[in-house]
């Protein structure tokens, strides 16, 4: 499987806690990454549902990514940097 590299940047809390939670699960090296990728595709697949986005019909993974490409074809970079920093403050606040 092919990977893409991300940089993250999450407060003390938050680091403090998966770690935490990965230990006591018996986490091994990469699943820190395992993990993250697992929320973040659960959050999409949530976000797309509660959008009720008629591109995706059988709830997969790649309809979801294919849906959200086709959105975001349309908007300026503003707009995206927008969209970041609103997701970033309401993930901050728990939502």
């Not at 309809?63 to 927008?82: F, G, P, S, Y």
Request: charged share 30%; aromatic share 6%; no cysteine.
């Amino acid at each position: 499987m092919s990977t893409v590299r991300w940089s993250l940047k999450v407060s003390p809390d938050t680091d403090a806690a998966v770690r935490s939670f990965l230990g006591q699960t018996g986490g091994k090296k990469g699943d820190f990454s395992g993990f993250v990728e697992t929320a973040v595709r659960e959050r999409l697949q949530r976000a797309m549902q509660e959008l009720n986005e008629s591109e995706v019909v059988d709830g997969a993974f790649s309809n979801v990514v294919e849906a959200i490409r086709k959105r975001a074809a349309a908007l300026t970079q503003k707009q995206v940097a927008k969209l970041v920093d609103d997701a970033v403050g309401a993930a901050r606040k728990g939502a």
